[in-house]
């Protein structure tokens, strides 16, 4: 009896909950446009932190175990772009549309920045994606393909929004930034001005066009403008190459032989920052694809790239530097081959003081006649040395080398039938759960079939 009565008594009980049972008080339900914003920037890392970007850029050679750097895999999924960093930015645009009260403008614009800049970074690898009826949850998980070139278009759209909308005043809470909305402003600008530089050989009237809108709005003015991911010497904040070789022991990463022939004879103060001497006190790159590098004594990749909390750059001063380098060459803006040169000087120069903190070692580097500008070479001239200081933003500097065709790279040693990729294929998930609008994708840009040598539309002059 004493039994039955207590069941009774418990079943009661239970319908005399509050509404915070179905709460879990340990993980948020909500969250500001600021936290979104800030989760979202804790992607960005990971745009320049990803080993297969290095070897398509060649900027590694694998020193243990060759696989990646021979290209033996071609699909790569991009599905967490879109419920991570992408989601989170979707959630402050369309809970603040209609609401330009300061400070939301500022952090609208934000989200709108970061937006662009991540749809370029995908649509650079990938080619045509989603994007018009892309992040809309339940309401749509198969959303059809833009096209690159309206891709590119929505991109300026956003920067040019972002860029209109900002005011003076800056916010609370931003760990990019720290709530410095002129730093935000040029940060637009800048990557508009980079993706117009990408449309150079598809569409060059578009791009100039694009191109002088962006330097007119206003660039990034110095290296305390850029774009930088800070980490922390803590394990939630830790650097991704520090957790792969300091806690894991992976000494799985060398200097590629194309980037230190590029940087060694010319006495590069950059290559001391980029890499380690060897086990005999030199300088030495490990040839890209090997299959044997254990026979090789290579320098590995440097302890400062590697530390704990090693910055990541994304956007420079010098990438805008190089730019206007090229757009003066091309007769975009005015100075002809003087104003290219003048560039190009201040572009190696502000390289050096991130990558090193001085300008040591410059006349030196700058007085190889294959370093100093010619008018002979000067596209060529600038794309390489971009190419040199892109290093560890190895996606950035393949989408350029794509682009320019400079620096020459070559087939993996260990795979010479085998060419550097000019894209990388969709996930395989898509092809099950967005056939139709896969199949559309796939046969509209490239005849029907899904591999990394795929010409994307601005590869495609």
């Known amino acids: 009896m004493i039994l039955i009565l207590s069941g009774i008594s418990l079943l009661v009980s239970c319908n005399k909950f509050n ?9 948020p339900s909500s969250a500001t446009n600021m936290q979104l914003i800030n989760n979202a920037s804790l992607y ?33 999924d991009f599905t967490g772009y879109y419920t991570g960093p992408l989601m989170n930015l979707e959630e402050v645009l369309k809970n603040n549309t209609d609401n330009t009260e300061w400070p939301v403008n500022n952090q609208l614009a934000i989200a709108k920045i970061l937006k662009a800049y991540f749809f370029w970074h995908i649509t650079d690898r990938w080619g045509d994606v989603p994007f018009d009826q892309a992040l809309q ?17 929505k991109i300026f759209a956003l920067l040019g929004e972002a860029n209109t909308m900002i005011n003076g005043a800056d916010i609370a809470n931003d760990i990019i930034y720290d709530g410095k909305m002129a730093k935000w402003k040029k940060l637009a600008n800048t990557i508009h001005l980079l993706a117009a530089l990408r449309l150079s050989q598809v569409d060059p009237a578009k791009a100039q066009a694009e191109f002088n809108t962006a330097l007119t709005a206003g660039v990034l003015q110095s290296n305390d403008d850029n774009l930088v991911f800070r980490h922390r010497n803590e394990e939630a904040n830790w650097n991704f190459w520090y957790d792969q070789i300091e806690n894991q022991g992976r000494f799985w990463w060398a200097l590629s032989d194309k980037l230190v022939a590029n940087m060694k004879p010319y006495d590069d103060p950059r290559l001391k920052v980029y890499g380690n001497k060897n086990t005999v006190g030199d300088y030495v790159g490990l040839e890209y694809g090997t299959l044997d590098p254990d026979s090789e004594d290579p320098s590995l990749l440097g302890d400062a790239i590697w530390k704990a909390d090693a910055p990541v750059y994304l956007v420079t001063y010098a990438q805008v530097l190089f730019a206007k380098a090229e757009a003066a060459k091309r007769g975009w803006i005015p100075g002809g081959d003087v104003e290219a040169k003048s560039n190009y000087d201040l572009a190696i120069e502000q390289s050096l003081r991130q990558w090193t903190g001085s300008t040591s070692g410059l006349a030196t580097l700058m007085a190889h006649p294959e370093i100093a500008y010619s008018s002979a070479e000067g596209l060529q001239k600038i794309a390489t040395q971009r190419w040199v200081h892109l290093f560890m933003h190895g996606y950035e500097a393949w989408a350029e080398w794509r682009r320019t065709g400079f620096p020459a790279l070559s087939p993996p040693a260990g795979a010479p039938a085998t060419q550097v990729p000019t894209r990388q294929a969709y996930p395989v998930s898509e092809e099950f759960n967005n056939k139709t609008n896969y199949l559309e994708a796939i046969q509209r840009q490239f005849n029907g079939t899904n591999t990394m040598y795929g010409k994307i539309w601005w590869d495609k002059p």
Do not use: K
């Open 19 to 27: 509404d915070d049972i179905n709460r879990d008080t340990n993980n």
């Open 44 to 76: 960005l890392p990971g745009l320049s932190s990803a080993p297969q970007g290095e070897f398509n850029a060649q900027f590694l050679s694998e020193a243990q175990y060759p696989n990646l750097s021979l290209y033996t895999q071609e699909n790569y």
């Open 137 to 153: 949850g339940s309401a749509g998980f198969s959303p059809p393909y833009d096209t690159q070139e309206s891709i590119y278009e």
